[in-house]
Every structure is written in structure tokens, then in C-alpha cells.
């Protein structure tokens, strides 16, 4: 994206709210009151139905339409669901539950199709009768999906026949008709296709819906999903299909790494109407890895499942290694951080009237889950490590060496702090700060080089622009414990510069610049320095990523001039581009080597002038998935980064064929 920043507009009148001398009063009166009806809100306001109008919005109307399959699944009548991405653009979802219901519906006059389709909290989510357990909990999902979108038409298989209806823009264009038998079968086809007045893009990708769809078939055991892009370079196919549910979810989060137990630990009961299920499997790594699910969402906020999660496996390790002589009468039990080091796991739960905290269902709050997820997940953990001893005293000892390192890291942190206090108001040494105090307005850039920083210092408006050099081979976090992290060299005066802290002792408001920008050279070693900051970041201060703090600076490759005029290029593409625009013989082309061939005025230009620069913004979209491909490409095992490298290989020779 391009970074314009802007001065502020000036106020539009008096701060005290009183009328301007002379301003034109408009009457605030009954009719100033507007009702809209039926989905015109959603055509209105869609930020306050699916977040956004972005690329993530767009998508969100693939997974509302895919979630009440998968609430068929969970319901026992669902076992196949088929997605297609359309060679035009449009969706298709097909399953094999029950259909929609149709018939006269009693409160409207309407038929339940047509209500289901065209009127906000409306479906069977609410009176218990139709589900008793499922995703969706607003009952805004298919109608939200027919607002924004240009057309859509279902067809449900019930009662025997199959009945359709279509929809512009979330109004019916047709009556509810039936169109022949159903043959025996049931369920419902919904197809749609997104509306351009709506949306800033109409660009599905293919990863993120098959990740997604993966995520379902792992959560559901025994369900089938096929997906299908029709669309041209190149048309594409996945099925996901999981038997193992949750083992093998957690088996796939931890592939190309070394485990210390091939079989995960396994748990899952039924109390009452609540079903639990957990998986868990540790690693050699360091970095605790939880996803957890409410009836199919991830909560990524957590909640009282993953409260009662940790509290069992705390207790539960604490237990096996004192009954076992492992932890001594004197020695300090094991704390949640230790037992966490290395951990893979994913918690389920399904339950039927699930609370979450706020529409966006991030967190959830229902207070009995805790003690029944608690009980569930104790009892499976026991029944393991009685049952595989070699394996449990690997777990435990691999606890106590997280126990004697976070104890070292305490000292390390402290340190840094220590070192931070004396020096009082002094921050490091290579760290060109701004003028500005208010961190909502002040960068940072991190440049690889002392060469490419002193451009950067030269350059920069120092005003509101910070810079930080940093020289050498930086430390890889993926392969490092806390205590030898706060110990580096490289990475210390980071930490410092930053001012908010690091790991358990990170505070967001204590940040001392909302833009973080990497600023390395456009080659292979400034993607691999690249590299090694994100996953720093990653895995040592994911606020920053999350509140949306750290960006990547795009800087030139090649300077094409005519002697009067000059255009950069990022790339070998936009070289040749730039050359064709021109339509000159006698053309000087520079490539650079690095940022440090640079001057600068050319830095300035190019990388770090607002009004001119182009900043990619560092987004965690799946946050599993990002987890998998670090450990991938940082990690310590070097088949599954080979593996990666030669599958991307192969792709760029198809695509240029």
C-alpha cells in the first residue's frame, strides 16, 4: 500500500459546539430520524456486519455461507461439503444436510426460505429447535451474504422437491418455486456473487480459503469438504478430509519439527450437552502454540477453554513429576510458562448456547466450560503419562530446563532493564532519534548496515523519522531461548529503542513509535535479514504485528534516467516497464547492489518520503499457519525448508510457462 501521511483538516467549526456567526443551522426534527429496512443497514453500514469492505471482508462471505454447512455437520446431518470458485468470480456452496426449510412461515406470512435469506436474526439458531449446537450465533450470516451481494440463488432439497429462489442485492427477484424432485436427496446450493458497489476487490485467494476450509475438515472428523477454483492460471483443486479430527490437526501444526513424542496426547468427553475434545504434542522448539475453537470459531482471545486447559496441564505435569521423584520436596513446582515451552495444542469445545465476548466471537465466556474442560483434558493427560513413561519424564525434564532458563532470562531481562535505568534518559548508542514524543506520529526504521544508516540519518525528516542501524548476522530467535535472546548484542538495543519490553513483560502503550519499518537491500540477503527481524517480532512482540506497527519498506532495485529525467524500478519487471514508458536509446540504468549505494536525497526519494513511498504493512492472516511457515524457514530441520524452497521453484516454472 502507499503511506500518504497528512496534516490533520482543520476544524469544521467551534470546538465548543456552538453555531459559527453566520453558519447555515439545519434542523434537526422527527423527520431527521431514518429507518431503514429490511438489509438497507447492511448495504449501508457492511463494516458493522463483516468488518470490513477489504479482501478480508470479501472473504468473510465465504465462510458465513460455509458455516451453516458445517453447522449441518455438527448437527449430525451434513457429511460433504463442495465449494467452487467460479471461472466469472462468483461462489457456489453445495452440502448434503437437511436443506432450508419452506412453507409459510408464522410470524412474517413470508415462506422460511425467503425470511432465512432476506431478514437479519432469522434462521434456527435461537429457539434450540434446529440446532443444538452451532457457529453462528447472530443469525446474520446468509442474509448478510445476500445484501452484498450483486445476485445470489439457493436452492434447497426438502420435502422431497427442490426449491430455488433468486435475489438482487438481498431482494427477491422471484417467487419461492419448486423445480423438480429431489430424487431422495437433501440439502442446499447456494450461489452468489459479490457486489463491485461494495467492495474494494473482488479477488479470492485460493490459500486463504483452503487454509480455512483445512482448519473445518481438522475440527470435524469425518467430513468431507472438496474445493474447486474454475478460474484460469491455474484452475485448482484440494479435498480435505481428516479421520483423525484434532490429532491430526495438531500432527500438521508440528510437521518439520522434531517431537519428543511421535503419538499426541489425546482427550475428549462429553458433560452434558458439552463436548470437549484436546490434542496436545510438544516439540523441541520454544514458542507455545494453543488454538482454540468454540463450535467451530476460532477464538483467537481465548477464554474460559483455554483457562481450564492450562490450569489441567499445569496441575497435571506438576503432579506426575512430584509422585515420580522427579521434582524434589524443596524444589518450586513448575509454573504455566515452563510447562508451555514447546507446546503444540488445539482445544474444542461444542456446546449449545455459547457466549462470546462481542460480535466479532474472539473470546469465550461461558464460566462452566472452564471446570469441564479442566476435568476432560486432566484426565487424558494422566491416562498418557501413566501409559508411555519414557515420553513423560521427556516432557517433565524438558519443563525443568524451561524453568531453569526462564529463571536465567528473569536475570537477562532485568539487566536490560538495569542497563536502560542507568543510562537514564540515554538510548543506544546507533539509535538516531526523532524530534517528536507523541508515538502515533513517530517512525522507526530499522536498516541493515551502518553504511545504509548513515544514508537513512542524512535522509530522513528528523522531525517525526528514527533510525537504528543494525550490522552483522543477527541472532535467529526460531532456534534461541528467552535468556540467549535478551543476551545478544543485536538484539538488545532494539528492546531498549523500542521502550515497551518484551515477551510476558511487553506493554503496547509503552511503544515508542506506532511505524516500525524494516529497511534492507532489494535482494536475497536483505530478504533473509528480513526474515530474521519478522520472526523476532513474531514470536517476542506479536502486538506489534497485530495492532498493525510493523511494515516493510520497498526500496528500488534499479535507477533508470534520461539525464533529465529519473524513475526508479523495484524489480526487473518494473525495470523494463520504466524503460518502454520512456521511449529513449540512450538511457542510463543503474542497478543497485544495496541501500548503501545510495545517497540520501536517492533514500529519501525512493524509500522514506510519506508523500512518495510504497510500505507494505505485516499482517498475520492465519495465525497457525504463520507459525508453521517460520518454524519452516527458521527452524532447525533443513528437509522441510528444502521441501519449501523446491515447491515455490516449481511454481515460478509454471507460471512463466
Same mark, same amino acid.
Given at each position: 500500500?502507499?503511506?500518504?501521511?497528512?496534516?490533520?483538516?482543520?476544524?469544521?467549526?467551534?470546538?465548543?459546539?456552538?453555531?459559527?456567526?453566520?453558519?447555515? !443551522?439545519?434542523?434537526?426534527?422527527?423527520?431527521?430520524?431514518?429507518?431503514?429496512?429490511?438489509?438497507?443497514?447492511?448495504?449501508?453500514?457492511?463494516?458493522?456486519?463483516?468488518?470490513?469492505?477489504?479482501?478480508?471482508?470479501?472473504?468473510?462471505?465465504?465462510?458465513?455461507?460455509?458455516?451453516?454447512?458445517?453447522?449441518?455437520?455438527?448437527?449430525?446431518?451434513?457429511?460433504?461439503?463442495?465449494?467452487?470458485?467460479?471461472?466469472?468470480?462468483?461462489?457456489?456452496?453445495?452440502?448434503?444436510?437437511?436443506?432450508?426449510?419452506?412453507?409459510?412461515?408464522?410470524?412474517?406470512?413470508?415462506?422460511?426460505?425467503?425470511?432465512?435469506?432476506?431478514?437479519?436474526?432469522?434462521?434456527?439458531?435461537?429457539?434450540?429447535?434446529?440446532?443444538?449446537?452451532?457457529?453462528?450465533?447472530?443469525?446474520?450470516?446468509?442474509?448478510?451474504?445476500?445484501?452484498?451481494?450483486?445476485?445470489?440463488?439457493?436452492?434447497?432439497?426438502?420435502?422431497?422437491?427442490?426449491?430455488?429462489?433468486?435475489?438482487?442485492?438481498?431482494?427477491?427477484?422471484?417467487?419461492?418455486?419448486?423445480?423438480?424432485?429431489?430424487?431422495?436427496?437433501?440439502?442446499?446450493?447456494?450461489?452468489?456473487?459479490?457486489?463491485?458497489?461494495?467492495?474494494?476487490?473482488?479477488?479470492?485467494?485460493?490459500?486463504?480459503?483452503?487454509?480455512?476450509?483445512?482448519?473445518?475438515?481438522?475440527?470435524?472428523?469425518?467430513?468431507?469438504?472438496?474445493?474447486?477454483?474454475?478460474?484460469?492460471?491455474?484452475?485448482?483443486?484440494?479435498?480435505?478430509? *481428516?479421520?483423525?479430527?484434532?490429532?491430526?490437526?495438531?500432527?500438521?501444526?508440528?510437521?518439520?519439527?522434531?517431537?519428543?513424542?511421535?503419538?499426541?496426547?489425546?482427550?475428549?468427553?462429553?458433560?452434558?450437552?458439552?463436548?470437549?475434545?484436546?490434542?496436545?504434542?510438544?516439540?523441541?522448539?520454544?514458542?507455545?502454540?494453543?488454538?482454540? *475453537?468454540?463450535?467451530?470459531?476460532?477464538?483467537?482471545?481465548?477464554?474460559?477453554?483455554?483457562?481450564?486447559?492450562?490450569?489441567?496441564?499445569? $496441575?497435571?505435569?506438576?503432579?506426575?513429576?512430584?509422585?515420580?521423584?522427579?521434582?524434589?520436596?524443596?524444589?518450586?513446582?513448575?509454573?504455566?510458562?515452563?510447562?508451555?515451552?514447546?507446546?503444540?495444542?488445539?482445544?474444542?469445545?461444542?456446546?449449545?448456547?455459547?457466549?462470546?465476548?462481542?460480535?466479532?466471537?474472539?473470546?469465550?465466556?461461558?464460566?462452566?466450560?472452564?471446570?469441564?474442560?479442566?476435568? $476432560?483434558?486432566? !484426565?487424558?493427560?494422566?491416562?498418557?503419562?501413566?501409559?508411555?513413561?519414557?515420553?513423560?519424564?521427556?516432557?517433565?525434564?524438558?519443563?525443568?530446563?524451561?524453568?531453569?532458563?526462564?529463571?536465567?532470562?528473569?536475570?537477562?531481562?532485568?539487566?536490560?532493564?538495569?542497563?536502560?535505568?542507568?543510562?537514564?534518559?540515554?538510548?543506544?548508542?546507533?539509535?538516531?532519534?526523532?524530534?517528536?514524543?507523541?508515538?502515533?506520529?513517530?517512525?522507526?526504521?530499522?536498516?541493515?548496515?551502518?553504511?545504509?544508516?548513515?544514508?537513512?540519518?542524512?535522509?530522513?525528516?528528523?522531525? &517525526?523519522?528514527?533510525?537504528?542501524?543494525?550490522?552483522? /548476522?543477527?541472532?535467529?530467535?526460531?532456534?534461541?531461548?528467552?535468556?540467549?535472546?535478551?543476551?545478544?548484542?543485536?538484539?538488545?538495543?532494539?528492546?531498549?529503542?523500542?521502550?515497551?519490553?518484551?515477551?510476558?513483560?511487553?506493554?503496547?502503550?509503552?511503544?515508542?513509535?506506532?511505524?516500525?519499518?524494516?529497511?534492507?537491500?532489494?535482494?536475497?540477503?536483505?530478504?533473509?535479514?528480513?526474515?530474521?527481524?519478522?520472526?523476532?517480532?513474531?514470536?517476542?512482540?506479536?502486538?506489534?504485528?497485530?495492532?498493525?506497527?510493523?511494515?516493510?519498506?520497498?526500496?528500488?532495485? &534499479?535507477?533508470?534516467?534520461?539525464?533529465?529525467?529519473?524513475?526508479?524500478?523495484?524489480?526487473?519487471?518494473?525495470?523494463?516497464?520504466?524503460?518502454?514508458? *520512456?521511449?529513449?536509446?540512450?538511457?542510463?540504468?543503474?542497478? &543497485?547492489?544495496?541501500?548503501?549505494?545510495?545517497?540520501?536525497?536517492?533514500?529519501?526519494?525512493?524509500?522514506?518520503?510519506?508523500?512518495?513511498?510504497?510500505?507494505?504493512?505485516?499482517?498475520?492472516?492465519? $495465525?497457525?499457519?504463520?507459525?508453521?511457515?517460520?518454524?519452516?524457514?527458521?527452524?532447525?530441520?533443513?528437509?522441510?525448508?528444502?521441501? *519449501?524452497? /523446491?515447491?515455490?521453484?516449481?511454481?515460478?516454472?509454471?507460471?512463466?510457462?
Amino acid at each position: 500500500m502507499t503511506d500518504q501521511l497528512t496534516k490533520p483538516a482543520a476544524p469544521a467549526g467551534p470546538a465548543n459546539g456552538r453555531k459559527a456567526k453566520g453558519a447555515a !443551522e439545519v434542523a434537526y426534527t422527527a423527520e431527521s430520524i431514518q429507518v431503514l429496512e429490511g438489509l438497507e443497514a447492511v448495504r449501508k453500514r457492511p463494516g458493522m456486519y463483516i468488518g470490513s469492505t477489504d479482501a478480508r471482508g470479501l472473504h468473510q462471505l465465504i465462510w458465513e455461507v460455509v458455516d451453516n454447512s458445517i453447522d449441518e455437520a455438527m448437527a449430525g446431518h451434513a457429511t460433504l461439503i463442495e465449494l467452487t470458485i467460479n471461472a466469472d468470480g462468483s461462489v457456489t456452496n453445495r452440502d448434503n444436510g437437511r436443506g432450508v426449510p419452506v412453507g409459510k412461515q408464522k410470524q412474517t406470512g413470508r415462506d422460511a426460505l425467503e425470511v432465512v435469506h432476506t431478514v437479519l436474526h432469522a434462521g434456527g439458531k435461537f429457539g434450540g429447535g434446529g440446532y443444538k449446537v452451532s457457529g453462528g450465533l447472530h443469525g446474520v450470516g446468509v442474509s448478510v451474504v445476500n445484501a452484498l451481494s450483486e445476485k445470489l440463488r439457493v436452492e434447497s432439497a426438502f420435502g422431497g422437491q427442490v426449491w430455488f429462489q433468486e435475489y438482487a442485492r438481498g431482494k427477491p427477484t422471484t417467487k419461492v418455486s419448486a423445480i423438480g424432485s429431489s430424487n431422495g436427496r437433501t440439502g442446499t446450493l447456494t450461489s452468489f456473487t459479490p457486489d463491485a458497489q461494495i467492495f474494494e476487490t473482488l479477488e479470492w485467494n485460493f490459500e486463504t480459503v483452503a487454509q480455512r476450509l483445512r482448519e473445518s475438515a481438522y475440527l470435524n472428523k469425518g467430513l468431507w469438504i472438496k474445493f474447486v477454483d474454475e478460474r484460469p492460471s491455474p484452475k485448482r483443486e484440494k479435498s480435505f478430509y *481428516f479421520e483423525g479430527g484434532l490429532i491430526s490437526f495438531v500432527r500438521h501444526l508440528n510437521r518439520g519439527r522434531d517431537v519428543l513424542h511421535p503419538r499426541p496426547m489425546y482427550a475428549e468427553r462429553r458433560d452434558g450437552s458439552t463436548q470437549v475434545e484436546a490434542a496436545i504434542q510438544y516439540n523441541d522448539g520454544y514458542s507455545e502454540n494453543v488454538f482454540a *475453537f468454540a463450535n467451530n470459531i476460532n477464538t483467537v482471545d481465548g477464554g474460559t477453554h483455554v483457562t481450564g486447559f492450562r490450569a489441567a496441564l499445569t $496441575a497435571s505435569l506438576n503432579d506426575y513429576a512430584r509422585k515420580n521423584a522427579i521434582l524434589k520436596d524443596n524444589d518450586a513446582n513448575l509454573s504455566g510458562d515452563d510447562v508451555r515451552e514447546g507446546l503444540t495444542a488445539v482445544v474444542s469445545v461444542k456446546l449449545t448456547d455459547p457466549q462470546f465476548e462481542g460480535q466479532t466471537k474472539a473470546k469465550l465466556g461461558n464460566a462452566d466450560v472452564k471446570g469441564q474442560v479442566q476435568a $476432560a483434558v486432566t !484426565e487424558g493427560i494422566n491416562r498418557y503419562l501413566e501409559e508411555n513413561p519414557q515420553d513423560a519424564r521427556r516432557i517433565v525434564e524438558k519443563s525443568l530446563l524451561a524453568a531453569r532458563a526462564r529463571d536465567a532470562a528473569r536475570k537477562a531481562r532485568d539487566l536490560v532493564i538495569r542497563k536502560s535505568a542507568l543510562e537514564g534518559s540515554a538510548l543506544p548508542g546507533k539509535l538516531a532519534d526523532c524530534q517528536e514524543r507523541d508515538p502515533a506520529k513517530s517512525e522507526l526504521f530499522i536498516v541493515e548496515g551502518d553504511s545504509a544508516g548513515g544514508s537513512a540519518k542524512q535522509g530522513r525528516d528528523r522531525h &517525526f523519522q528514527a533510525v537504528l542501524p543494525m550490522f552483522g /548476522k543477527m541472532l535467529n530467535v526460531e532456534k534461541a531461548r528467552i535468556d540467549k535472546v535478551l543476551g545478544s548484542e543485536k538484539i538488545r538495543p532494539l528492546i531498549i529503542a523500542l521502550g515497551a519490553g518484551i515477551g510476558e513483560t511487553f506493554d503496547i502503550a509503552k511503544l515508542r513509535y506506532h511505524k516500525i519499518i524494516l529497511l534492507a537491500d532489494a535482494d536475497v540477503d536483505g530478504a533473509h535479514i528480513r526474515t530474521l527481524l519478522m520472526t523476532f517480532f513474531y514470536r517476542h512482540m506479536p502486538f506489534i504485528i497485530e495492532g498493525g506497527h510493523l511494515y516493510i519498506a520497498q526500496p528500488p532495485l &534499479f535507477r533508470v534516467s534520461t539525464g533529465k529525467v529519473t524513475r526508479y524500478a523495484k524489480d526487473e519487471a518494473d525495470r523494463e516497464r520504466v524503460v518502454k514508458e *520512456f521511449k529513449a536509446k540512450n538511457l542510463t540504468i543503474q542497478r &543497485f547492489k544495496g541501500l548503501g549505494e545510495m545517497n540520501a536525497e536517492q533514500l529519501w526519494e525512493t524509500t522514506m518520503n510519506p508523500g512518495t513511498r510504497t510500505l507494505l504493512r505485516a499482517d498475520i492472516e492465519d $495465525a497457525s499457519e504463520a507459525d508453521r511457515m517460520f518454524s519452516t524457514l527458521m527452524g532447525e530441520k533443513v528437509e522441510p525448508r528444502r521441501d *519449501f524452497i /523446491k515447491a515455490r521453484a516449481r511454481q515460478v516454472q509454471n507460471l512463466d510457462v
